[in-house]
């Protein structure tokens, strides 16, 4: 079976410092996809960024980029100028191409964004 | 208007009593969903469903049911509800294969209270 870990509960950066999150995944499957959401206080759930195993190229979104290494099932989100918008929880996500389209959530990390 | 719509925002109920939350959509998204998210536990799937005909248990459905009403429309049911079913519950849709990105959408969230 599929999982997805996020080993951080919580982490913190200064305002305008680089934070990474880190995720790491079990499968035994070659094609999927990697989401990265963000919940902010409102509780609302964000797509940040998004990464399909198929491609090697690290996807990019703004100050948003990803660090995926397939071989090693590890998929990181950098965060660039951390701003105190950015303070939220974090979670990672996996969902195998096609298939029973489940969609399975590490626990998630809470970033605090210090001024 | 949002895309995903859950009702009610928030609901204190006591133990016992039966509780239903709605989910509605207009994205047209044909895959729905209930998670359930708790401290340090990230969201945990409790029911999904690909069409009005196909509903399907999540690793959490027990003291669980769902309707699939019509396409735009899921919902949960608590039988009878119990303390540790106190959780926030959120919905879900996404498209098929052919549809945006493959991410999830999200609604806002219902925060359910058990006494």
């Known amino acids: 079976a599929q999982t997805v870990t996020q080993s951080q509960p919580e982490m913190s950066v200064q305002e305008a410092e680089t934070v990474t999150l880190s995720c790491t995944y079990d499968t035994s499957e070659s094609d999927y996809y990697l989401f990265w959401y963000k919940q902010p206080p409102s509780r609302q759930m964000i797509l940040v960024i998004r990464q399909e195993a198929y491609k090697q190229q690290n996807a990019t979104e703004n100050r948003f980029s990803v660090n995926f290494q397939k071989a090693a099932k590890s998929f990181s989100l950098k965060i660039s100028d951390s701003q105190l918008g950015d303070a939220a929880m974090y979670f990672c996500a996996y969902r195998l191409y096609g298939g029973t389209y489940k969609y399975i959530f590490g626990t998630g990390t809470r970033l605090k964004v210090l001024a | 208007d949002a895309d995903v719509t859950q009702t009610p925002r928030n609901r204190i109920t006591k133990t016992g009593k039966r509780i239903m939350l709605e989910c509605s959509q207009t994205?047209?998204?044909?895959?729905m969903y209930w998670y359930r998210q708790d401290p340090g536990l990230g969201l945990r799937l409790i029911y999904y469903s690909f069409d009005v005909k196909d509903i399907n248990k999540g690793e959490i459905s027990d003291g669980y049911s769902v309707s699939r009403q019509a396409q735009a429309k899921f919902s949960l049911s608590l039988e009878s509800a119990i303390p540790n079913q106190t959780a926030l519950y959120f919905c879900?849709?996404?498209?098929?294969?052919?549809?945006?990105?493959?991410?999830?959408?999200f609604g806002p969230g219902t925060r359910l209270t058990v006494l």
């Open positions: 994205k047209g998204h044909d895959r």
């Open positions: 879900a849709t996404s498209a098929g294969r052919t549809g945006q990105h493959n991410e999830q959408f």
